[in-house]
């Protein structure tokens, strides 16, 4: 069968978006969706995600990670899929949709020389665990927060894949999270579970990453700007007694190529 799909980034992190209202594509076929995100022998992704429509909603996002298997929600590909949406219901700029871990709203805000900047909202947060000087929470998908004095000089893979695969999270696994404070931004590196090495910005990791920021006292800002290797991102919140509400994940998404492949 032949399907239409289309690549988009945002901040770096990419995704084979296809719409699937019609639920024409396997998505139990694991071994197809790893041939399809692989770099050298597909059309190359972080990830793979599936439109479909929803009762109650505008759509579903159905997401799955490079490894072929569906994933936990994602972000920066929850702010490319509603880009997606945005050229699907032409006219319309406000979406709610159903993802992994439940109900997300999401607006374009505006337009940049090559895209759309969009605006999505992110689960609330009601704990962060205290590892030593680390942190473990979960905004959407698990991430453990490590804070560290340069960012550019760690070894995201190497460092990334002992924590994900050390006996405390060898199970389910975790995203790993490399921050460096800046007084008014952090830096961060994330390496991701399911793609099993470093991405170029990571959605949840840079949400994760600004709340323990703001959660370890070791910044008042609100928002958050937060620089990846892929681009800017903009964090906001709103701090409560029980965790943080109202999280927002703010940042441009960006159509890259359309084109056709037989499966």
């Known amino acids: 069968m032949t399907f239409q799909f289309y690549k988009y980034q945002a901040t770096g992190n990419d995704f084979i978006l296809i719409d699937d209202r019609e639920k024409h594509f396997d998505a139990t076929n694991s071994s197809l969706i790893r041939r399809l995100c692989n770099r050298r022998f597909g059309i190359g992704a972080d990830g793979l995600i599936l439109l479909r429509n ?11 990670n490079a490894d072929g298997y569906e994933g936990s929600m ?19 700029t406000n979406f709610e949709f159903q993802a992994y871990d439940g109900l997300h709203k999401a607006s374009i805000r505006g337009t940049t020389e090559h895209g759309l900047v969009v605006q999505l909202s992110m689960q609330s947060v009601h704990t962060i665990e205290s590892i030593e000087s680390d942190f473990l929470l979960d905004t959407g998908s698990p991430h453990y ?27 389910d696994g975790v995203n790993v999270n490399f921050v460096e404070l800046h007084g ?56 409560e007694l029980a965790g943080y509400s109202g999280v927002t994940l703010t940042g441009e998404a960006v159509c890259v190529f359309a084109g056709t492949i037989e499966c």
């Open 145 to 171: 927060v490590c804070f560290v004095a340069d960012a550019a000089v760690i070894d995201v893979n190497a460092e990334g894949r002992r924590i994900r695969n050390s006996a405390s999270f060898l199970r």
């Open 54 to 64: 929803e009762v109650d909603s505008d759509f579903r996002m159905l997401y799955f």
């Open 74 to 92: 994602c972000g920066n590909g929850g702010r490319c899929v509603t880009a997606f949406a945005h050229t699907i219901f032409p006219g319309k």
């Open 184 to 239: 008014d931004s952090i830096t961060v590196r994330t390496y991701e579970r399911g793609v099993e090495e470093e991405t170029l910005s990571c959605g949840t990791g840079v949400t994760a990453s600004a709340l323990a920021a703001v959660f370890s006292a070791k910044m008042e800002t609100n928002p958050v700007r937060v620089f990846t290797r892929g681009g800017e991102l903009n964090v906001t919140f709103i701090k």
